[in-house]
């Protein structure tokens, strides 16, 4: 089995390198906050203090970061360690204009793949993500698996930019089911009566999201994929719903409070 280098155990990164130590795989794990990585000491991993020394002997390294900025310092860090063989597999949501840029860095013989997942943190501990992947997947199919189940997107970069747009239809759509909620509550409707309806209408899927409990998207981190799509586009909407994000007063809440922040 391959040796894994796993760099980001946030709220998602941590089971998500908890699912590879389950599956037998030998993982060394990086964290800047190094007391998250001592939690999977325990557990089999072994700590790594900086980036290089994380990926030295890996054969696939594994980013799962917060931001482009977070993702480049760190593979900035690895560089030294990556030689021809090893491959990266970013699973952050950074956009394909910085995954381009990324994989451009990278020594000749180093292999980039794209594969940023959709889910939050109960479906990155069942394995029940969706990855949405960048270039050839086949030859870490196995290691991806652990995570969920895999979409084929096209080229390199192809899954940062499909996460990209399925990600800003998501929080555009949750944050008009605040609005919604706001016109209901005018009208004098009942909130079961509302959250029933809407969870019953084409906007099922959206409205569930909205008022899921045990799930944790940060309002921050939502803020920052839909300014990677304005970025990229015009998109009005996404403008309007990015100024919307960007003022709410506890943006580590999950997505879904933005029904309750916005009323």
Not at 13 to 36: D, F, I
Not at 72 to 88: E, F, Q, S, Y
Not at 108 to 134: K, M
Not at 217 to 245: E, F
Request: proline share 5%; net charge negative.
């Amino acid at each position: 089995m391959e040796k894994i280098a796993f760099l980001g155990l946030g709220s998602m990164g941590l089971p998500m390198a908890r699912r590879l130590l389950a599956a037998g795989y030998e993982l060394t794990v990086w964290n800047r906050t190094a007391a998250k990585a001592e939690l999977l000491a325990s557990e089999g991993a072994k700590v790594a203090i900086t980036p290089a020394e994380a990926a030295w002997d890996a054969d696939v390294i594994v980013t799962m970061l917060a931001d482009p900025e977070a993702v480049h310092a760190v593979v900035g860090a690895m560089l030294p360690a990556l030689r021809p063989g090893k491959r990266l597999i970013d699973m952050s949501s950074i956009g394909p204009q910085s995954f381009a840029e990324l994989a451009a860095k990278l020594p000749e013989g180093v292999t980039a793949i794209d594969a940023p997942v959709l889910g939050s943190v109960d479906r990155a501990a069942a394995g029940q993500l969706i990855l949405f992947v960048g270039g050839d997947p086949t030859p870490v199919q196995g290691i991806l698996e652990q995570f969920g189940r895999i979409t084929r997107c096209g080229g390199p970069g192809a899954g940062s930019a499909l996460k990209i747009v399925v990600i800003t239809a998501v929080i555009v759509g949750v944050t008009e089911i605040a609005e919604a909620m706001k016109l209901a509550a005018t009208y004098g409707l009942s909130e079961d009566l509302v959250t029933t309806a809407l969870t019953n209408s084409p906007l099922g899927g959206v409205a569930a999201r909205a008022f899921a409990e045990g799930v944790h998207y940060p309002i921050r981190l939502a803020a920052k994929d839909v300014a990677l799509a304005t970025a990229s586009a015009d998109l009005p909407l996404a403008r309007t719903v990015h100024g919307q994000l960007a003022w709410l007063a506890d943006t580590e809440q999950d997505l879904g409070k933005v029904v309750d922040q916005l009323r």
